[in-house]
């Protein structure tokens, strides 16, 4: 069974850094694009960052742009979110989602990430 597991999140003040990581399970990881979505409070989930299969290309929302970065480590089955100088409005739950073609998708069930002073 397929499976996604985000770890990494937590308190932290402005300007602050922190790594999401996601673990992938019971699929083959590799041949999956993966992606990081986030939801703030009362608010819809929406895309930070994707990474393709196999790391080639990246892409990331305007609102992080040199600020957070994604990677994936095929040997491990897991995909990463570095993310530094944080803000209040980075605020939110983060998942992890897995992609193949238009039907295979995982999700996985969300780490916060709270930003507070």
């Known amino acids: 069974q397929a499976q996604l597991v985000e770890s990494g999140g937590g308190l932290v003040q402005p300007g602050g850094s922190l790594t999401l990581s996601c673990a992938a399970s019971?699929?083959?990881?590799?041949?999956?694009?993966m992606s990081w979505y986030r939801q703030p409070p009362g608010k819809q989930r929406v895309p930070v960052a994707s990474?393709?299969?196999?790391?080639?290309?990246?892409m990331y929302v305007n609102s992080v742009k040199d600020r957070f970065t994604i990677s994936r480590d095929n040997t491990k089955n897991t995909v990463y979110l570095q993310m530094s100088s944080l803000k209040y409005e980075d605020t939110a739950v983060y998942y992890c989602?897995?992609?193949?073609?238009?039907?295979?998708?995982?999700w996985g069930q969300g780490t916060q990430v709270t930003v507070f002073s």
């Open positions: 990474i393709g299969s196999n790391g080639e290309s990246t």
């Open positions: 019971g699929f083959n990881f590799s041949s999956f694009a």
């Open positions: 989602k897995a992609l193949r073609g238009a039907r295979e998708i995982y």
